[in-house]
C-alpha cells in the first residue's frame, strides 16, 4: 500500500479512499437542490493526530451558493491550518456567485488537498488544481474517481455534453401495463417502492411527463414523503401545442413548486398569460417532422436552463421516444405485484417492459426487491 508523510505523519491510500468515500456521502445531500452548480462533498482532516481528528464536514448548499469548501473551512476555523482538505471535484477558482474556493483554500493554511477528479467546465478546468500546487500546496488527485464521476453524473453530462443526465423510470403491472384500458390511471406499487420514488425524485433537478399524462393523472409530481418535503424538483410537461389544461393541480400549485411546459412553437403572449400568470414558464423547443418535440432539442433547452439530473416519469409514448432515441441513461422499470385484465396501456405504447431488455443498448445492471415489488435498472451501455 502506497503511504505519504504529511505533516511529519504517515498516510496510507486507504485513509485517503476513507475520508474521500465520506466527502462523497456528504455530496449526495446536494443532489437535486444546487442545480445549476454540481454538488460537492468535502472534509477536513487533521492527519497529525492518531486516529486522524476531522475538523470541518460540508456539502454544497440549496441554490448551489455557499459551497462546500467554505462551509468545511468554516466549520474548521483556525485548526484548518496544516489540515488535509478531502473534495469530490476540483475546487473552483473562478469569481461566479461566490469568491474562488480555491483562495479560501489557501488563505486558511490547508497544508494537503486530496481531490477526487477536476472540473471540466471550462471556468475551472484545472486552473483550481494549478492555483493549489502554484501556493505550494500538496494535491493528490483522482481518489476514488470512478465514484466521483458517478455522482458527478449531471454536471458532466451537462458541460460535456450540453444535456441533462436523464433517467426515466415507469412502474408496470406483471403483465407489463402501464394504466387501465383508456388510460385510467392504475395504482400499481406499494409502499416502500413508492418511497424510493420520492428518494429518486428529491436528487433529481427536474421531473417530465407527456401531455397526455397530465390531462389523464392530473399529477402533483412532487415529494412527499418524510424527509424529502421541500425537494420538489421542477416540473416539466411536454405540450407541443400549449393545449395543457390549466386547472391541473400541477399548474395551480406553480407558485410553490416551479412548473415549465416546453411547447413546439412560439406562442402570443395572449395565448401564454393564462400560464405566465400562474407562474408557469413556458418555453419552446423545435419540432421533429413527426411533429413531436424534438427530445434532442429539449434535453439542450433543459440543460441550458441549468438542469443537470432529469427524471421522466412517462407516458407510454414519451418513454417509448426516450427507448427508441436512446436518450435516457438510465432505466428504472418497478414491476408492482399486480396483474390487470387484458386491455391495459403497454409500457411503451406498442409493447410491454421487454422493449428494454430487447435493446441491446442497455444492459441489467441491478434487481432489487422493494417490498413485494421489483425493481430493475438498465443502464446504457457505453
Ligand atoms: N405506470 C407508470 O409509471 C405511468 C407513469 C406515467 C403515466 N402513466 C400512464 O400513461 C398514460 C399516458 O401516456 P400517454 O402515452 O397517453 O401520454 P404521455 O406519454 O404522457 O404524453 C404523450 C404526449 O406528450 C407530447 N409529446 C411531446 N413531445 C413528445 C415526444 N417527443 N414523444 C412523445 N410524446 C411527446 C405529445 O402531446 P402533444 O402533441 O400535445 O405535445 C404526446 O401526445 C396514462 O394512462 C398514465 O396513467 C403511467
Known amino acids: ?36 452548480n454540481p454538488s460537492v462533498g468535502c472534509m477536513i482532516v487533521d492527519m497529525a493526530t492518531v486516529p486522524p481528528r476531522i475538523l470541518g464536514r460540508g456539502w454544497t448548499q440549496p441554490g448551489g451558493c455557499l459551497h462546500a469548501e467554505s462551509v468545511a473551512l468554516g466549520e474548521a476555523g483556525e485548526s484548518a491550518r496544516g489540515a488535509t482538505l478531502y473534495v469530490t471535484l476540483e475546487p473552483c477558482a473562478h469569481y461566479g456567485r461566490t469568491p474562488p474556493c480555491v483562495d479560501r483554500i489557501i488563505s486558511a493554511g490547508i497544508g494537503r488537498v486530496v481531490s477526487a477528479m477536476s472540473d471540466p467546465d471550462p471556468r475551472v478546468n484545472g486552473k483550481g488544481h494549478a492555483c493549489l500546487l502554484a501556493a505550494g500546496i500538496t494535491l493528490e488527485q483522482g481518489v476514488l474517481e470512478a465514484a466521483a464521476h458517478r455522482l458527478n453524473i449531471g454536471h458532466l453530462r451537462r458541460v460535456l455534453e450540453k444535456r441533462p443526465f436523464v ?31 420520492h428518494h429518486m425524485r428529491a436528487k433529481a433537478d427536474a421531473i417530465m411527463v407527456g401531455a397526455g399524462t397530465l390531462s389523464s393523472d392530473d399529477p402533483e409530481l412532487t415529494c412527499r414523503i418524510p424527509g424529502t418535503e421541500g425537494r420538489s424538483p421542477v416540473r416539466i410537461v411536454l405540450d407541443r401545442d400549449l393545449n395543457a389544461g390549466l386547472s391541473s393541480r400541477l399548474f395551480q400549485t406553480a407558485g410553490k413548486t416551479p412548473s415549465w411546459i416546453v411547447t413546439g412553437q412560439c406562442f402570443s ?62 432505466i428504472i422499470l418497478i414491476e408492482g405485484n399486480i396483474a390487470i385484465d387484458c386491455g391495459g396501456l403497454p409500457a411503451f405504447t406498442v409493447a410491454g ?15 432489487r426487491a422493494l417490498g413485494q415489488d421489483t425493481l430493475r435498472r438498465y443502464v446504457k451501455r457505453i
Not at 291 to 314: F, P
Not at 353 to 367: D, G, H, M
Open 1 to 36: 500500500m502506497r503511504e505519504l508523510i504529511v505533516n511529519s505523519s504517515v498516510v496510507s491510500a486507504s485513509e485517503d479512499e476513507h475520508y474521500m468515500a465520506e466527502a462523497l456521502c456528504l455530496a449526495k445531500h446536494g443532489l437535486g437542490c444546487v442545480w445549476p
Open 167 to 197: 433517467q426515466l423510470k415507469l412502474a408496470h403491472c406483471r403483465n407489463g401495463s402501464i394504466a387501465r384500458a383508456g388510460n385510467h390511471p392504475l395504482r400499481i406499487t406499494a409502499g416502500i417502492a413508492d418511497s424510493y420514488v
Open 269 to 330: 403572449s395572449e395565448r401564454t398569460l393564462p400560464f405566465t400568470e400562474k407562474g408557469v414558464r413556458v418555453l419552446m423547443a423545435k419540432q421533429t417532422e413527426q411533429r413531436k418535440l424534438d427530445l434532442d432539442s429539449v434535453l439542450r433547452l433543459l440543460a441550458n436552463e441549468g438542469i443537470t439530473r432529469l427524471l421522466v416519469e412517462g407516458g407510454a409514448s414519451l418513454a417509448h421516444s426516450f427507448l427508441t432515441s436512446e436518450k435516457a441513461d438510465e
Open 353 to 367: 417492459p421487454e422493449l428494454v431488455a430487447q435493446n441491446r443498448s442497455y444492459s441489467l445492471s441491478e434487481t
